[in-house]
C-alpha cells in the first residue's frame, strides 16, 4: 500500500501525523497537573482586558479542545477535514490572546501552525460530512 503513494501523499501523511501527534499531546500533558498549568497561564492575562473568569475557562477547555484536535487529525479522512479546521481556529484564539499580551514572537509562532494546519486542509481531499 505504502509503495503506491505518491511523495504528496506521503507529505500529507507526515503533516498530519505530525500535526495530530503535536495538537493531542499539547492536551494530554496538562491533564495531570491542570489547575497548577491554568494559574500560572492565566497570571500572564493578568494585564490585558480579558477578565480572570474568561481566560481560566478558556484555558481548561483548551486543553481538552487540543486532545480532541489531535485525535480528529490522527483519525483522519472526514474527521482529519474537522480537526485542521478546528485546529486552525484554535491557532486564531490562541493569537488574539497572545496579541493582546503583546508576545509578538508566540504570535510568530502560532502564524506558522496556522499555514500548517491550512495547507493540510488545503491539500486533504474535498470531502462533504
Not at 501523511?13 to 494559574?39: D, F, K, W, Y
Not at 480537526?83 to 502560532?110: E, H, I, P, R
Amino acid at each position: 500500500m505504502y509503495n503506491s503513494l505518491t511523495n504528496g501523499q506521503l507529505a500529507a501523511l507526515v503533516l498530519r501525523i505530525g500535526l495530530g501527534v503535536n495538537m493531542l499531546l499539547h492536551g494530554a500533558v496538562r491533564v495531570p497537573n491542570l489547575s497548577t498549568i491554568v494559574e500560572k497561564m492565566a497570571a500572564g492575562f493578568n494585564d490585558t482586558i480579558l477578565p480572570p473568569l474568561v481566560t481560566k475557562s478558556f484555558l481548561y477547555g483548551l486543553t481538552f479542545i487540543e486532545i480532541l484536535v489531535g485525535l480528529l487529525i490522527l483519525v483522519g479522512g472526514p474527521f482529519g477535514r474537522w480537526g485542521y479546521f478546528a485546529g486552525g481556529m484554535v491557532m486564531t484564539a490562541l493569537m488574539f490572546g497572545s496579541s493582546l499580551k503583546m508576545d509578538w514572537d508566540t504570535v510568530a509562532t502560532q502564524v506558522v501552525y496556522l499555514i500548517a494546519f491550512y495547507l493540510a486542509l488545503n491539500h486533504t481531499p474535498n470531502q462533504r460530512s
